[in-house]
């Protein structure tokens, strides 16, 4: 009866172990999630760089409309806006202190620069009569070539403290989706 009992045992903890091994060492749907944030993510030091990415070109002087479905783009020699959140996970503040890339002449970085301590320095075009203290604006001068939706360019980011990083940063999609110009005779499907 005793061996029957330990056999028995014995069967239960080697099925068990023989269930809980199956998904060892497999790859799970999750794995490759990223937060639903569009702009880039990096960290160096203690700064955590957050949905980096340059501002959707509303519209541009030219009037080129960029093709696919009307999409804005960035000429070239024009100026482009970036939207990052810069979050200082330090105990003492940190400062921006110079931004560059090889997709403009020259970055400028206008408002706040400082990054409080365990707070969020907030990088975008300025809003008249916003008067934040952790508001700055960093702005891509003179474009080297032209920038489209969803195109990435490098840039790199120095800090006081933290030190520098270099990362890709996306141009901004449209909010909005695509809309098809075609009238709907035109665009849906049918044997003519």
């Given amino acids: 009866m005793k061996r029957r009992m330990v056999g028995s045992a014995v069967a239960a903890v080697g099925s068990a172990l023989l269930v809980a091994g199956c998904a060892a060492g497999q790859i799970t749907q999750t794995d490759t999630q990223v937060a639903a944030i569009n702009g880039a993510s990096t960290e160096v030091?203690?700064?955590?760089?957050?949905?980096?990415?340059?501002?959707?070109?509303?519209?541009?002087a030219s009037g080129d409309s960029g093709g696919a479905g009307g999409a804005g783009v960035y000429p070239q020699n024009s100026d482009a806006e970036a939207v990052i959140w810069l979050i200082n996970e330090g105990g003492q503040d940190d400062e921006l202190v110079?931004?560059?890339?090889?997709?403009?002449?020259?970055?400028?970085?206008?408002?706040?620069?400082?990054?409080?301590?365990?707070?969020?320095?907030?990088?975008?075009?300025?809003?008249?009569?916003?008067?934040?203290?952790?508001?700055g604006q960093l702005?891509?001068?003179?474009?080297?070539?032209?920038?489209?939706?969803?195109?990435?360019?490098?840039?790199?980011?120095?800090?006081r403290e933290a030190g520098s990083v270099t990362f890709d940063m996306p141009v901004a999609v449209p909010e909005e989706p695509r809309t098809n110009p075609a009238s709907p005779a035109e665009g849906a499907g049918g044997g003519n």
Avoid: C, W
């Fill in 98 to 135: 110079s931004a560059e890339t090889d997709a403009a002449q020259n970055v400028t970085i206008g408002g706040s620069r400082v990054v409080p301590a365990q707070r969020m320095l907030v990088l975008s075009p300025e809003k008249e009569g916003t008067g934040n203290p952790n508001h």
């Fill in 139 to 159: 702005t891509l001068e003179g474009l080297t070539e032209q920038l489209i939706p969803g195109q990435m360019i490098e840039i790199t980011l120095t800090f």
């Fill in 45 to 60: 030091g203690e700064i955590a760089i957050q949905n980096a990415e340059l501002a959707y070109p509303e519209g541009n």
